[in-house]
């Protein structure tokens, strides 16, 4: 079965461009979570869908920031302009809806962004 | 803010058991204990996790004292390819979707040969 998946693995970009990440969990599972980590700080939330509803979005940092998840598949995580701060490793996590005793997010291996 | 308090970093030989310490002395009745770890370069992996009871899977047991304000993460025979950094996160695991992480820094464990 695959995993959580992320594109790209690595992206480098000047300030101001835009940017998109992708993930796409694995298959059934109805939870889809954005979390970030900047260096030298902990892991951060973003947000949380559930199918193709935002369930949680009170990570998000500011309204530069847009995650979408249409059809409750797959997710994107625009970041439009991107800032020098916004540098970090994007990780996506996927989880099933119910029905599992071990409340296990299961993650990607990361998009790692880069702000010039 | 993170509830939990580790040790930023410990050392152990290969072989041996790694015993990473987990204080959270603010846990609420209805909140778990869970581990995680980071591979470098990979995304965090799920190890175990525990409300009261102790607990083992294949990979590492969870032993959480009585008044459950801390809990010790148990890697019975540790290999370099445990060598990661490890976090231990409380949150209430409930009947609703919210799956929401709070992560510390974690400890970094360095398995030595």
């Known amino acids: 079965e695959a995993g959580v998946t992320q594109f790209p693995s690595h992206s480098v970009i000047e300030k101001g461009q835009t940017v998109t990440l992708r993930c796409d969990p694995i298959s059934g599972h109805d939870n889809l979570y954005w979390y970030r980590r900047v260096m030298g700080k902990e892991i951060k939330f973003l947000l949380h869908f559930v199918k193709e509803s935002k369930q949680d979005e009170s990570g998000m940092p500011n309204n530069r920031f847009l995650a979408e998840r249409t059809g409750g598949t797959y997710s994107t995580l625009k970041v439009q302009p991107a800032e020098l701060e916004d540098s970090g490793v994007y990780f996506c996590?996927?989880?099933?809806?119910?029905?599992?005793?071990?409340?296990?997010?299961?993650f990607g291996e990361g998009s790692r962004l880069t702000v010039l | 803010d993170a509830k939990t308090t580790q040790p930023p970093s410990m050392d152990c030989a290969e072989g041996r058991a790694a015993n990473l310490p987990c204080n959270h002395s603010?846990?609420?009745?209805?909140?778990?204990v869970y581990w995680y770890r980071q591979i470098h370069s990979q995304g965090p992996q799920y190890i175990i996790h525990g409300l009261k009871n102790n607990e083992t899977n294949e990979m590492a047991s969870l032993i959480i004292t009585e008044d459950r304000k801390s809990s010790t993460l148990i890697l019975p025979h540790a290999t370099l390819r445990d060598t990661a950094v490890y976090y231990c996160i409380v949150r209430t695991f409930n009947a609703g979707n919210n799956r929401k992480l709070i992560w510390g820094l974690g400890t970094s464990l360095a398995v030595n040969p």
């Open positions: 603010t846990i609420s009745g209805n909140e778990y």
């Open positions: 996590a996927s989880s099933q809806l119910t029905g599992t005793r071990t409340g296990e997010l299961f």
